[in-house]
């Protein structure tokens, strides 16, 4: 059972233009959700968080919006930069007793055109 | 953030053998936890690795074929034993860092099994 969806496997967009990935969870207990960044070879580098009482977090050019009454989760970019290819994934955690547990969805990757 | 390195980067294994994968950080942590990234798929949670004491697994791993070492507050490893091709993939260690205690990534190993 997939906990954490992102239903585009990819997406291109535009030099300079807005980036939304978007995400949707089923578990109403995640309490914090992220957004990681993959290159290849690399390891996922984190990008930005928002706790489940908020409905928006900004930081640079990546904003993320929550939506918790339909479990909705959307990362913007703008202006979208060649650099920003990569896979994004959007993940959720819950706490698990003394650790929080992360689940991760299967990513979309994102190919920004120049 | 964190500085996380991992050792391997990368190997090619023989069915039947085991690899052990280091996991080194650049500060004390409590709590160090282990990836697996299958081919075209997502991260999955293997265990959590909490010094001093055994580690915890997720459902579907198992002590016997994943051993975990954490011997001190710094490191960990992990061992993938009596391989085979169904266990190629990427191993990644995280560690949580911050308020929030986001989790960060190490660069992760890449492994085939023949």
């Known amino acids: 059972d997939q906990q954490v969806k992102q239903n585009s496997p990819s997406l291109s967009v535009q030099e300079g233009r807005i980036s939304i990935l978007n995400c949707d969870y089923t578990n109403s207990m995640f309490d914090y959700f992220l957004w990681y960044k993959k290159y290849p070879a690399e390891g996922p580098t984190f990008l930005i968080s928002i706790s489940s009482i908020k409905d928006k977090n900004e930081d640079g050019r990546f904003t993320v919006f929550l939506n918790k009454s339909a479990k909705h989760l959307s990362l913007h970019i703008v202006p979208s930069q060649p650099g920003d290819s990569a896979v994004y994934f959007c993940?959720?955690?819950?706490?698990?007793?003394?650790?929080?547990?992360?689940?991760f969805g299967p990513g979309t990757s994102l190919s920004v055109i120049p | 953030s964190a500085v996380i390195s991992q050792k391997p980067s990368r190997d090619i294994c023989q069915r039947g053998t085991s690899l052990t994968i280091q996991c080194q950080v650049d500060s004390q942590v409590t709590m160090m936890f282990w990836y697996r990234q299958q081919p075209g798929q997502s991260l999955t949670l293997i265990a959590t690795?909490?010094?001093?004491?055994?580690?915890?697994?997720e459902s579907g791993f198992v002590i016997d074929k994943f051993p975990i070492s954490r011997p001190n507050l710094t490191f960990s490893t992990l061992t993938v034993s009596n391989m085979s091709p169904e266990d190629s993939s990427i191993y990644l260690c995280s560690v949580e860092r911050g308020a929030q205690e986001t989790q960060y990534f190490g660069p992760g190993t890449r492994l085939l099994v023949l």
């Open positions: 690795a909490n010094q001093g004491s055994e580690a915890t697994y």
């Open positions: 993940a959720a955690s819950v706490w698990k007793t003394s650790y929080d547990k992360v689940i």
